[in-house]
Nanobody, 125 residues
Framework: VQLQASGGGLVQAGGSLRLSCAAS????????MGWFRQAPGKEREFVAV????????RYADFVKGRFTISRDNAKNTVYLQMNNLKPEDTAVYYC???????????????????WGQGTLVTVSS
């Protein structure tokens, strides 16, 4: 599957952005979908994940209460609504798909099989 992330941009601290990630094929519903981010000079880190059905979600502690992950299986798209953005949220954001059937959605980078190209989010202070 090919993933296309979009929606990044420049925003002031306290502002909001919504990222989208569109999948290229109709098997989208068979993937758990995650969002990760990578700031300059840092490792790629987990942000949020949503299960195939949409019923299970997990978030990194640093985004709880500010970011919301959702998906529309009819549109083969996963979203990341980001509110109250902070300068430390500045990073390239990647969407990823996990094709394996697991008990709970995964937070580790190596568990994901497919990656989008990334979209840059810059938060100014």
């Amino acid at each position: 599957v090919q993933l296309q992330a979009s929606g990044g941009g420049l925003v002031q601290a306290g502002g909001s952005l919504r990222l989208s990630c569109a999948a290229s094929e109709g098997t989208f519903i068979t993937y758990d979908m995650g969002w990760f981010r990578q700031a300059p000079g840092k490792e790629r880190e987990f942000v949020a994940v949503i299960s195939r059905s949409g019923y299970s979600r997990r978030y990194a502690d640093f985004v709880k209460g500010r970011f919301t992950i959702s998906r529309d299986n009819a549109k083969n798209t996963v979203y990341l609504q980001m509110n109250n953005l902070k300068p430390e949220d500045t990073a390239v954001y990647y969407c990823a798909a996990d094709q394996d059937v697991r008990g709970i959605p995964q937070v580790l980078v190596p568990k994901y099989d497919y990656w989008g190209q990334g979209t840059l989010v810059t938060v100014s202070s």
